[in-house]
């Protein structure tokens, strides 16, 4: 299971409004590389493929692939201000052997 901070959340809805992207689901995909980390990607995405798993938070639906599916079993995505005026999504996984749980 995936699941979404309420900053990621907000900033997905205000991306597809900003985007006039309307009811478009996100596409997570996550690809292992050769030396074992993790390659992550999300975007809009209208395509339908075989084997996507489609989630839906509070009115945002996201998809991921089968081939993503185990990988990405209990990730979080959060939105985070890393300095000021610069913010992104970072994805918490635990599955992804360079993950830092974060401190308490």
């Known amino acids: 299971m995936i699941s979404l901070t309420t900053a990621a959340l907000e900033q997905i809805k205000l991306s597809a409004t900003e985007g006039d992207m309307g009811s478009l689901p996100i596409r997570i995909a996550i690809k292992e590389q050769e030396d074992g980390s993790f390659h ?6 209208e395509q339908r493929l075989p084997g ?3 989630l839906n ?3 945002v639906d996201l998809v991921v692939s089968q081939a993503s599916k185990d990988l990405a079993d209990g990730m979080t995505i959060d939105y985070v201000e890393l300095e000021p005026g610069k913010s992104q999504f970072i994805f918490l996984n635990p599955n992804d052997p360079t993950y830092v ?4």
């Open 40 to 45: 992550y990607a999300m975007g809009f995405d």
């Open 52 to 54: 996507d798993n489609f």
């Open 57 to 59: 938070f509070d009115g």
């Open 101 to 104: 749980a974060p401190r308490k």
